[in-house]
């Protein structure tokens, strides 16, 4: 694969040019994945009197929800999608494989089918397919694809999961690739795979961090990091976790048990918080009623491996690449995401950042992303100029925020979109390398 370094993006030259990732963002010619979402927060260094944005440990394979964020902006987000998608098969393809996840239509996720089929519709009417899901009747034989021993000219993966891909390789052609989604077979592309390339990445850059973590191979292990090092977020499954499996060690909310005696020593509190999750996954109806999350050999995962990452909470402050002392954005002690949405533009062959979710969390657990019933998502637009909804307890506007954080006015468009517009590349950049590494990996075997 061929990889150039293009010129800064347009659209932060028009705006801060002081914002680039000239220095490491890559121009992907034929990209394993076309669009990508990541988990970010935002961030003032006092110091340095700037924003900037620190990248926690979901940047999403393929990301859902597309429906809903298409209401938010003039942007065709499935439309989008679906040219990115064709991008990246065969020109003059008579027949293309599509592949949908097959538990989306198992388990009753009635807006998740539904976002799928419109997202199937599109990509139907820019070309000729044989809709398949979790890789059903997929076959390679001599090079080749075929499916229910049907010749087709490449594939389409709309899934976030590689289930039943296994048959598919580098020389196939197709987009969104085995190795560019949540595969537990390849350890390149999982948590821990995609935050090595981003510390990599960012060492780099000047405005975009990545958070700091540690792996740990039981819950004894946490306890080395936990709550001397202050508060934790576990993530039990490496390989996409869509909320679940994901713990926050609060070093305040430890302290505050212990005074109210409702825990006698660190250990009780981790186990205890380890179960609350086991029960809110359990009850969902899509995990066994016995569901665990650990056992006495470590951590159950879906992958290759028993371990569990323990990243650093980004929260209240934190200290990034640089050492600089980042002021962390929150409302009333409850956490906010920034989630910026990346996808390639076949007509521009670069990556553009399409729209940007504000996930506000509505109480104080440090996991902002526990739940849909638990955080409030809304598009950044929106909050910066017409404020949060009514379940979010602050009456002002993001811009209110933003003000203060700074004790200054703040512009949007010079200050705010290009350091999200950054990170959202750069998250791009990762998710990408990570499958050329995984990609490489594949040719080797």
């Known amino acids: 694969m061929t990889q150039n370094k293009p010129n800064v993006p347009q659209t932060l030259q028009d705006t801060n040019p002081e914002i680039t990732v000239s220095s490491d963002y890559q121009q992907i010619d034929n990209p394993h994945s076309v669009i990508t979402s990541a988990d970010t927060k935002l961030a003032y260094n006092k110091d340095k009197d700037r924003f900037e944005t620190v990248l926690i440990g979901d940047i999403n394979a393929f990301p859902e929800g597309l429906t809903v964020v298409d209401n938010w902006t003039e942007q065709d987000i499935l439309g989008n999608t679906a040219d990115a998608l064709e991008s990246q098969v065969p020109n003059n393809s008579s027949k293309i494989a599509l592949n949908l996840p097959k ?170 918080k380890i179960g609350i999750e086991e029960d809110r996954v359990a009850s969902k109806h899509n995990r066994s009623d016995t569901y665990s999350m650990i056992d006495e050999d470590g951590f159950f995962t879906e992958g290759l491996t028993d371990k569990a990452l323990l990243e650093d909470a980004v929260a209240d402050t934190y200290v990034n690449d640089a050492g600089d002392e980042l002021d962390i954005l929150q409302i009333d002690g409850n956490p906010v995401d920034i989630v910026p949405l990346v996808i390639y533009n076949p007509e521009i062959e670069t990556p553009e950042l399409q729209v940007t979710t504000v996930r506000t969390s509505l109480d104080d657990d440090l996991n902002a992303n526990r739940g849909s019933s638990n955080f409030e998502p809304q598009s950044l637009h929106d909050t910066w100029y017409n404020g949060f909804n009514e379940n979010v307890n602050y009456d002002g506007t993001l811009e209110d925020l933003m003000s203060d954080m700074a004790d200054r006015a703040v512009d949007f468009e010079y200050e705010i979109l290009p350091a999200v517009e950054a990170v959202g590349l750069t998250a791009y950049t990762i998710r990408n390398q990570t499958a050329e590494k995984a990609a490489q990996n594949y040719l080797e075997e």
């Open 103 to 272: 538990y989306a239509y198992d388990n009753q996720n009635g807006w998740l089918t539904s976002e799928k089929d419109s997202l199937k519709d599109e990509i139907n009417q820019r070309l000729d397919t044989v809709v398949i899901k979790s890789g059903e009747g997929l076959d390679t034989r001599n090079g080749t694809i075929e499916v229910f021993d049907y010749p087709v000219d490449g594939y389409i993966n709309i899934s976030d999961r590689s289930t039943g891909l296994e048959e598919l390789r580098p020389e196939h052609d197709g987009a969104n690739s085995p190795y560019a989604v949540w595969n537990p077979e390849i350890q390149e592309t999982s948590k821990l795979g995609l935050l090595e390339t981003a510390n990599q990445i960012t060492e780099e850059l000047d405005y975009v961090s990545s958070v700091d973590y540690n792996v740990v191979n039981s819950v004894d292990e946490v306890l080395d990091y936990f709550p001397e090092e202050g508060s934790k977020i576990l993530k039990c499954d490496l390989y996409g976790t869509h909320g679940d499996q994901v713990i926050a060690f609060d070093t305040d909310d430890l302290e505050e048990q212990i005074l109210d005696h409702e825990v006698n020593q660190d250990m009780e509190y981790i186990m205890n």
